[in-house]
T-cell receptor, first 114, second 110 residues
Framework: DVKVTQSSRYLVKRTGEKVFLECVQD?????MFWYRQDPGLGLRLIYF???????EKGDIPEGYSVSREKKERFSLILESASTNQTSMYLC?????????????FGEGSRLTVL | RKEVEQDPGPFNVPEGATVAFNCTYS??????FFWYRQDCRKEPKLLMS???SGNEDGRFTAQLNRASQYISLLIRDSKLSDSATYLC???????????FGTGTRLLVSP
């Protein structure tokens, strides 16, 4: 069974802390993505990567960075967490072309920043 | 204006009803279109792709109108298990970079 695994389901952090969200996929997909999902705003793309060591900014990259050292792993980093980064973070992977819309999502990491 | 717009609902329907959702997109250069389903507190999953000629998968029918820039999803003979949020998704670039609508919530009652 294909799987995208996010390291933490729930996290509580304090303002200013550094936060790492890890994501691993076992499908040998080239493409990996980080989204955040907020009520009324839907899923918004933070960063994506189409190859190892490659990364591209999505629509809301400010305050975030990413790392992709291995094909199966894509990490999201919040250098200095702020309360407006409280959200559900969803990692996804996909191996298709532009016209293949199937992304496989992890179960999400709910981050609360106090 | 949002790139992908959906009526948030909720749509409350009885079992067995037929229900339709529409979605509009703003970028006429959008290349491909999809419906995803997201259950409460779960991750989104692909329901079906949407093709220009329209396509059907069991009780689900998706249609695309490029001229008017809208996508529809029709669910026939609704089941309790269809209760979920349905996300309209558009790929506007030559890469797997998807834009998600905020979703339409469906509640099917006995």
């Amino acid at each position: 069974d294909v799987k995208v695994t996010q390291s933490s389901r729930y996290l509580v952090k304090r303002t200013g802390e550094k936060v790492f969200l890890e994501c691993v996929q076992d499908m040998d997909h080239e493409n990996m993505f980080w989204y955040r999902q907020d009520p009324g705003l839907g899923l918004r793309l933070i960063y994506f990567s189409y190859d190892v060591k490659m990364k591209e900014k999505g629509d809301i990259p400010e305050g975030y960075s990413v790392s992709r050292e291995k094909k199966e792993r894509f990490s999201l980093i919040l250098e200095s967490a702020s309360t407006n980064q409280t959200s559900m973070y969803l990692c996804a992977s996909g191996g298709g072309t532009a016209n293949t819309g199937e992304l496989f999502f992890g179960e999400g990491s709910r981050l609360t920043v106090l | 204006r949002k790139e992908v717009e959906q009526d948030p609902g909720p749509f409350n329907v009885p079992e067995g009803a037929t229900v339709a959702f529409n979605c509009t997109y703003s970028n006429s250069a959008s290349q491909s279109f999809f419906w995803y389903r997201q259950d409460c507190r779960k991750e989104p999953k692909l329901l079906m792709s949407v093709y220009s000629s329209g396509n059907e998968d069991g009780r689900f029918t998706a249609q695309l109108n490029r001229a008017s820039q809208y996508i529809s999803l029709l669910i026939r003979d609704s089941k309790l298990s269809d209760s979920a949020t349905y996300l309209c998704v558009v790929n506007k670039e030559g890469f797997q970079k998807l834009v998600f609508g905020t979703g339409t919530r469906l509640l099917v009652s006995p």
